[in-house]
């Protein structure tokens, strides 16, 4: 069973910035498509940022285009999140997402694996 763990979390003031980190074990690490979701108190789950297996492509929501970068270390079987220019509607739980799906398409049912999340708080 693949387990997913996440830190970086934490509180920040608007405009500053936060890295999550997702560790993957007990899985072949390269053969995952990777993500990250998040979910904020009231609100549905939305689609933060995706990464292909390779590496290759990635895929973002429109609201954190150019100032969030997802990136992967298959040495290191870690996924990471940069996030830049926080605003305090970033304010949310993020859980890390994985998936033998070739795609980092933005659909929550289409991952098998989640974390347990990460509380991130931006501050106004």
């Known amino acids: 069973q693949v387990q997913l763990v996440e830190s970086g979390g934490g509180l920040v003031q608007t405009g500053g910035s936060l890295r999550l980190s997702c560790v993957v074990s007990r899985g072949t690490f390269s053969s995952y498509t990777m993500g990250w979701f998040r979910q904020a108190p009231g609100k549905e789950r939305e689609f933060v940022a995706g990464i292909s297996r390779s590496g290759g492509i990635t895929n973002y929501a429109d609201f954190v285009k150019g100032r969030f970068t997802i990136s992967k270390n298959n040495t290191k079987t870690t996924v990471n999140l940069q996030m830049n220019s926080l605003k305090p509607d970033a304010t949310a739980v993020y859980y890390c997402?994985?998936?033998?799906?070739?795609?980092?398409?933005?659909?929550?049912?289409?991952?098998?694996?989640w974390g347990q999340g990460t509380q991130v708080t931006v501050s106004s």
């Open positions: 997402v994985a998936d033998r799906e070739p795609m980092p398409i933005s659909k929550g049912y289409a991952y098998d694996y």
